[in-house]
């Protein structure tokens, strides 16, 4: 499992990441992408989530890989 964040000082709210997966990402008010399901990312997903994060202009997604029963730790 990943977990995601958005660092909503690096994002430039250029809409990217939410045509890539929109299942995932929102851009609100134009300002800044949210995590649309929250920071859990399903499994269904982690592909695009990982795609999202690499086409980021400002390298403003972060994953983490999630290790079962253990805590968060940032790629
Ligand atoms: S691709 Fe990056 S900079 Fe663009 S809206 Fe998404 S998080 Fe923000």
Redesign the pocket.
Known sequence: MIAGR?DPA?????????RLAPAL?R?ILHR??VLRLGPRIPASLEERAWW?AE????G??HLSQVPAGGSEGEC
């Open positions: 958005i690096a994002c430039v709210a250029c809409g990217l990441c939410e990402f851009v800044v992408a999202a086409a980021c202009p400002t403003a997604i």
